[in-house]
């Protein structure tokens, strides 16, 4: 958190010099452990305007972006960003300047390629990733996109009318539509601490990101199960013929169980991911809040209200 306070105030006044514009800042504290809430409360921000949000858990990276979003209200303009400099806030001039000069409804930062920095297995899984929920789409979410963006007025009102609970923002940006415009960026390496994304943590977001925002998963169990019973039927007239024909020729238990345990597998990954459109089709139905807040401080200048 010291490192982002560090870069961002210079970015900030050099944004308010060259664009003519008010910045406030608005700060989610998603439940974490490292008293990053407690540096905020103490940072002197200036003249600025700052709003500080502490969750009463950790919810999710979903829910921070929702509550920020949130929070920027009738703002002209929101920036929304990680606060481990992997997304550079010396990027945000040029948003703002796309902003204000083309006119786009959201500027976001997106990766050129995933091959060099994440390597070829993550590589391929991102391309099947973004192939599996585009499919059959109106509408496109551009691979390599992430949270790092800039989003009008417009935008925001059109994020906060969304009543999903359960939210994938990536999706939720693309669906909104409007005139977006991308820009490369290559991440610089995290200055402190390290991401707790394992692989089997990220397997399951991407199966919950494709399952909130996607039926392809459906379209594809359909699809497999047309074929696995027409390749049933082939086998079972092959052990047909093969009986009246080659009557000597032993049954092949083997292969059968071996099928059996194959098709079981099969159906236990489609049972599966039935109940995963189940469960959050559950959980809409609860109609739970996003987020739930145990700190809200407002602070103008050297005034302070908690709420």
């Given at each position: 958190m010291p490192d982002l306070l560090e870069h961002l105030e210079p970015v900030a006044a050099s944004i308010s010099e060259e664009f003519k514009v008010t910045v406030n800042y608005i700060f989610v504290d998603d439940g974490s452990i490292d008293g990053s809430f407690d540096i905020l409360k103490a940072h002197n921000f200036g003249p600025r305007s700052v709003r500080l949000l502490q969750f009463s858990r950790n919810f999710g990276k979903e829910a921070a972006l929702s509550a920020g979003i949130d929070v920027a209200g009738t703002a002209d303009a929101a920036v929304l960003m990680d606060a481990d400099l992997q997304h550079p806030p010396e990027m945000i001039p040029e948003f703002v300047r796309i902003w204000q000069t083309v006119g786009a409804d959201s500027v976001y930062a997106y990766k050129p390629s995933r091959l060099t920095s994440e390597g070829f297995v993550r590589a391929a899984g991102s391309k099947l990733f973004f192939w599996v929920i585009n499919h059959n789409l109106r509408y496109q979410?551009?691979?390599?996109?992430?949270?790092?963006?800039?989003?009008?007025?417009?935008?925001?009102?059109?994020?906060?009318?969304l009543p999903e609970s359960d939210r994938f923002m990536k999706g939720l940006y693309g669906w909104v539509g409007f005139r977006q415009i991308g820009l490369p960026l290559d991440p610089p390496p995290r200055k402190r601490g390290k991401s707790s994304f394992n692989p089997l943590h990220l397997l399951s977001m991407t199966l919950d990101a494709i399952t909130s925002f996607s039926t392809t998963p459906l379209h594809l169990m359909a699809m497999a199960g047309i074929a696995i019973a027409m390749f049933s039927a082939c086998y079972g007239f092959y052990v047909i013929v093969e009986h009246f024909l080659f009557p000597g020729v032993s049954n092949g238990i083997a292969s059968v169980l071996a099928l059996i345990a194959f098709f079981g597998g099969v159906q236990m990954i489609f049972l599966g991911l039935l109940g995963q459109y189940i469960g959050k089709s559950v959980l809409e139905a609860k109609k739970r809040p996003i987020y739930i807040l145990a700190e809200d401080i407002s602070r103008e200048g050297d005034v302070v209200a908690d709420s």
């Open positions: 979410i551009p691979p390599g996109a992430g949270d790092f963006r800039l989003i009008n007025s417009r935008f925001i009102k059109a994020l906060r009318s």
